[in-house]
C-alpha cells in the first residue's frame, strides 16, 4: 500500500495479463554494449499478453508493481529465437533497385515467399547474387535488460 496526497490508501496493483505497462528499459547483448534504451525518452507501452513484448521479458514483468525494477535475463528461445541458417539466401542482385549500392552489414527490405516485406542484412556482395540473412540481429542471442515500471493500468480500469 502507499498513502496519496490525500491521505487515503492506494493500493499498487500487481502487473497480470491484459494490463496496459508503461516502461523504462535498457537491453544490453551479452558483450554490454546497449542494444536499445527508453532511457531519456518517454516509456514504452505495452499490453500484457498481447504478444508485443518478448516472452522472456513479458513473462518477468508479471506480479511486478509500478516503481520495482528488475534485472532479467531473456535467452533466444525466450527472446528473438535461436538463429536458423535456413534463412540465409542467396539472391540474383536483379530484384534490388539498378544501381543500388550494396555493402555488407547493411539492411535491405525484400519480399518475402509468403508475400510481406522483410528486413534482411547482407552478409555478402558477388557479382550477380547478394547473400542476404533474414534472421533477427538478435537471434541466437541473450539480452539483458534493465526494466522500470513506470505505471500500471488495469485491464478494467
Not at 499498487?12 to 554494449?33: C, M, P, Q, W, Y
Not at 527472446?79 to 549500392?101: A, H, M, T, W, Y
Amino acid at each position: 500500500m502507499m498513502v496519496s496526497n490525500s491521505g487515503m490508501s492506494v493500493k499498487r496493483l500487481s502487473i497480470k495479463v491484459g494490463d496496459e505497462v508503461a516502461i523504462h528499459f535498457t537491453a544490453k547483448l551479452e558483450n554490454g554494449r546497449v542494444a536499445e534504451t527508453t532511457r531519456g525518452k518517454k516509456p514504452q507501452r505495452y499490453e500484457i499478453g498481447a504478444g508485443t513484448l518478448l516472452p522472456g521479458l513479458e513473462e518477468a514483468l508479471i506480479g511486478l508493481r509500478r516503481g520495482d525494477r528488475k534485472k532479467v535475463k531473456v535467452p533466444p528461445e525466450k527472446g528473438f529465437g535461436k538463429r536458423n541458417e535456413g534463412l540465409i539466401e542467396e539472391v540474383p542482385k536483379s530484384i534490388f533497385k539498378q544501381g543500388q549500392k550494396l555493402s555488407r552489414g547493411m539492411l535491405v527490405e525484400l519480399q518475402c515467399r509468403d508475400g510481406d516485406r522483410c528486413l534482411a542484412s547482407v552478409r555478402s556482395v558477388k557479382k550477380n547474387s547478394v547473400v542476404v540473412d533474414m534472421n533477427h540481429p538478435y537471434a541466437g542471442r541473450t539480452l539483458s535488460f534493465d526494466v522500470e515500471i513506470v505505471n500500471v493500468r488495469t485491464a478494467s480500469s
